[in-house]
């Protein structure tokens, strides 16, 4: 599968991704691409709780966001990046908490482009991100916020021991003034 955790020293959980796809660690030169499938979401209008005109996102505001992964001293954060051939089509991103009470802890993000959606891939990532848990000695809890209505996201995260630890009812206005409740879940291995 790539490249993927060559560099993880124990693996519990087998990595597949769908036949034709890949997974890997994000480059520098990735930026660009996943800055795309970014905007191609957040166009969308559903998924994420930021407008697309409130994040600075580019090719160089991801080019940063991977750059400080790389240099993340404790190895907790990682980005993650699933590709259809040499196409970046989808990725993960997991945060490292700082500070001693919440080191523990890693936030995460996933996004993949519609047209990759319901394939399996959204799987192999979330497999990735719960073996780099596994295999890095101060992490044990992996974090996440989705709104109520992703039903298949909610799905995915259920089958792979995710579970809900709240919700925070209306906590999302949209354009029109409805509001949107999200889920905060959680893995803890």
Same mark, same amino acid.
């Given at each position: ?10 693996? $519990? ?6 036949? !034709? ?23 969308? +209008?559903?998924?994420? #709780? ?13 080019? !940063? ?10 190895? #907790? /954060? ?22 001693? &009470?919440?080191?523990? /802890? ?12 319901? $394939?399996?891939?959204? +799987? ?41 630890? !709240? ?5 999302? $206005? ?5 509001? &949107? ?9």
């Amino acid at each position: 599968m790539d490249e993927l955790f060559q560099s993880t020293r124990r693996m $519990k959980r087998s990595l597949r991704a769908p036949p !034709g796809y890949g997974i890997r660690d994000a480059r520098v030169a990735d930026a660009g691409a996943l800055s795309a499938v970014y905007q191609s979401i957040l166009e969308e +209008g559903r998924w994420f #709780a930021s407008f697309p005109d409130e994040l600075p996102n580019t090719p160089a505001w991801q080019a !940063g966001r991977i750059r400080l992964t790389q240099q993340d001293p404790t190895g #907790a /954060s990682r980005i993650l990046v699933a590709h259809y051939g040499d196409a970046v089509v989808g990725g993960l991103m997991l945060d490292g908490e700082s500070g001693r &009470r919440r080191r523990h /802890s890693a936030q995460m993000e996933i996004l993949l482009a519609p047209p990759h959606r319901g $394939k399996g891939l959204g +799987g192999a990532l979330l497999d990735g991100a719960i073996a780099h848990i596994e295999a890095h000695p101060e992490l044990s809890r992996l974090c996440l916020t989705v709104f109520e209505d992703n039903v298949a996201a909610i799905a995915l995260y259920r089958s792979r021991g995710f579970r809900i630890e !709240g919700r925070r009812v209306g906590s999302h $206005k949209e354009l029109d003034g409805r509001l &949107r409740t999200d889920v905060l879940m959680a893995w803890v291995g």
